[in-house]
Antibody
């Protein structure tokens, strides 16, 4: 189960910050990866990036947000976090954390409940 | 890889059979294609992965098939609870992408 939290309103140019607490699995599992996906009427469903543990931590991200995105795992809290810097109104969307088998098998079996984030002053 | 879904919207009666299409702009390697169901206000729910394998709690009236660039999701007998938007997703390339969705309405 994935439980998301974070603010629903972010000002332009600031940093969007969301957390996803994991239950029923370990964030350090070597057979799972942890992704962030967003959904908006204009962009549809868009995969943003992921982190996963395979003897060490790896991350990768979509070109569309590369340089602005940071995804981190906190093993002490069994959670993953998303930071998206320098947001604009185009970043307004419902953000989801999601998990899947990982490696090259990248469908999403479990999803968080979603967090609507509005970027507005 | 761009995924194009059709039809955009369809309205059918309970018990009818429906087939949704997902066409890829290039071949999806290893049939790495999934289907999701999304109801209003909820997260997408995985139905099918690997083009034709049902997820654990997917009813057997849902089936997927296809390879290369052409994939379909079929609901053999529509139930009222199948009213939703259905998305395909490919994971055969480095960048995972989703289709734009097909909305199924129940009359």
């Amino acid at each position: 189960q994935l439980q998301q939290s974070g603010p629903g309103l972010v000002k332009p140019s600031q940093t969007l910050s969301l957390t996803c607490v994991i239950s029923g699995d370990s964030v350090s599992s070597t057979s799972v990866d942890w992704s962030w996906i967003r959904q908006s009427p204009t962009r549809g469903l868009e995969w943003l990036g992921r982190t996963y543990y395979r003897s060490k931590w790896f991350t990768d991200s979509a070109v569309s947000v590369r340089g602005r995105i940071s995804i981190n795992a906190d093993t002490s809290k069994n959670q993953v976090s998303l930071l998206l810097k320098s947001v604009t109104p185009e970043d307004t969307a419902v953000y989801y954390c999601a998990s899947g088998p990982g490696d090259n098998v990248r469908y999403f079996r479990h999803w968080g409940q979603g967090t609507l984030v509005t970027v507005s002053s | 890889i761009v995924l194009t879904q059709s039809p955009g919207t369809l309205s059918l009666s309970p018990g009818e059979r429906v087939t949704l299409s997902c066409r890829a702009s290039q071949s999806v390697s290893s049939s790495y294609l999934a289907w999701y169901q999304q109801k209003p206000g909820l997260a997408p729910r995985l139905l099918i992965y690997g083009a034709s394998s049902r997820a654990a709690d997917t009813p057997d009236r849902f089936s997927g098939r296809g390879a290369g660039t052409d994939f379909t999701l079929t609901i053999s007998r529509l139930e009222p609870e199948d009213s939703a938007v259905y998305y395909c997703q490919q994971y055969g390339s480095v960048l995972v992408t989703f289709g734009g969705g097909s909305k199924v309405e129940i009359k």
